[in-house]
């Protein structure tokens, strides 16, 4: 059974960082591509940031430069690490997989996890 679980949210200044994990069961960071998402109030997911199977990564262009994505084979775990963050990062953040390899198209992803909330405030 292909389960995802989200953690590592929370509440932090404007310039702060989180570090957000999704622990995979089910299969392996070989087998399938993971992404992070975030959804919020009032507005649409989107994608964050993937790592595909094959290792390679891709970011939003609002977080370039701010957050990491990678993964521990050994934990079947992906990271999502969070620097310099702005009010405009506050939402829900879901990690997903399509179930397969690559990244895209992004309305491939149906398996998803519960979420975990991050706020930037003052």
């Known amino acids: 059974q292909v389960q995802l679980v989200e953690s590592g949210g929370g509440v932090v200044h404007p310039g702060g960082s989180l570090r957000l994990s999704c622990a995979a069961s089910?299969?392996?960071?070989?087998?399938?591509?993971i992404g992070w998402f975030r959804q919020a109030p009032g507005k649409e997911r989107e994608g964050v940031s993937c790592?595909?199977?094959?290792?390679?990564?891709n970011y939003v262009p609002s977080v370039k430069g701010r957050f990491t994505i990678s993964g521990d084979n050994a934990k079947n775990t992906v990271y999502l690490e969070m620097n310099n963050l702005k009010p405009e990062d506050t939402a829900v953040y879901y990690c997903?997989?399509?179930?397969?390899?690559?990244?895209?198209?992004?309305?491939?992803?149906?398996?998803w996890g519960q979420g975990t909330q991050v706020t930037v405030s003052s």
């Open positions: 997903g997989t399509p179930l397969g390899s690559m990244c895209e198209p992004p309305e491939s992803f149906e398996t």
């Open positions: 089910g299969f392996t960071l070989d087998d399938y591509a």
């Open positions: 790592l595909s199977s094959d290792g390679s990564t």
